[in-house]
């Protein structure tokens, strides 16, 4: 495929035979015709001299051969003023590639898209931190447990603990006996130090000094159980939770006050499976200047 447009001399009649009267620019030669004109441009469609000259060279040198009708040689140049975004030397196959269609216009009416849409219900989904409510039910759906297993572990180590202070006393106390110290009055502190929570443990033991360790117990079963529920409150309040929400019927002002909050997570679908583009779209264009002139030429 090369740079054609030209018009050869063959008969000699007004012309030098085997030579070139004239070249075309924008014409492209190719094996097949149709290849040959998509890769032409247009650019002698838009000078007028170039526009005749092509034009007479159709029997310069045959000149028995039938002119060409009125019709064709009266053919306006395009026009370069024109607003388009192709340029004179866009070859003919990019113009039709692209429909020959300069701009598109699309208008579209959400409103009544919406109304054949009918969506029954929205839903849409957000996170949030500490949803109280989930704390509550979570810390309440492992209490029970965490009441079981301390039950279980803090007598066992209750026990260790007051087996070890046996031993450092035996270890480390004076030979003096320790003068007791009496407390006439009651107080809140002295009740704390002296709660005891495993009472019915305690009563059917016999093992020595079984009340100090059931108090010992107590303390360990409260700092944990303390301590448990505290971290599960900080764990489930850092933790973020997923809440779903469903509106039945919504309008379209809700739809879009939604769809505004919650973009990505929202969906209603319609109750249509299908709704016709034309109920809610229109589409036009304005076209090339090559494109109108050829329906301007079939309509005369």
């Known amino acids: 495929m090369k740079d054609g447009g030209k018009f050869l001399c063959i008969n000699g009649n007004n012309c030098t035979a085997g030579t070139t009267v004239w070249t075309t620019p924008g014409l492209v030669t190719s094996c097949l015709n149709l290849d040959g004109m998509l890769k032409a441009d247009l650019r002698c469609f838009y000078n007028q001299t170039c526009l005749d000259t092509f034009l007479s060279m159709y029997n310069v040198d045959m000149p028995t051969r039938a002119p060409l009708p009125a019709a064709t040689l009266a053919i306006p140049i395009l026009n370069s003023s024109a607003l388009s975004h192709f340029l004179p030397n866009d070859t003919i196959g990019t113009v039709l590639w692209q429909l020959m269609v300069e701009k598109w216009f699309m208008e579209s009416n959400f ?153 990505t997570s929202i969906s209603c679908p319609c109750q249509q499976i299908a709704v016709e583009h034309q109920t809610f779209l229109s589409v036009s264009a304005t076209f090339h200047q090559v494109s109108l002139r050829n329906l301007s030429n079939n309509q005369q």
């Open 111 to 263: 409103e009544g898209y919406y109304k054949i849409c009918a969506p029954s219900v929205c839903s849409y989904t957000f996170s949030q931190q500490f949803d109280v409510f989930y704390v509550i039910v979570t810390i309440a759906g492992l209490i029970g447990g965490l009441l079981v297993i301390f039950r279980i572990i803090v007598p066992v180590a209750a026990r260790l603990v007051q087996w070890l202070l046996v031993y450092c006393r035996y270890q480390f106390a004076d030979n003096k006996d320790a003068q007791p110290v009496e407390h006439t009055q009651f107080n809140f502190t002295q009740m704390l130090f002296k709660l005891n929570l495993f009472k019915k443990e305690s009563s059917i033991s016999e093992m020595e000094n079984v009340n100090y360790v059931a108090i010992i117990a107590t303390r360990f079963y409260v700092v944990l159980l303390t301590a448990s529920v505290f971290i599960l409150v900080l764990f489930n309040s850092l933790k973020e939770t997923t809440v779903s929400v469903t509106v039945k019927l919504p309008s379209l002002t809700t739809f879009e006050q939604l769809y505004d909050s919650y973009p």
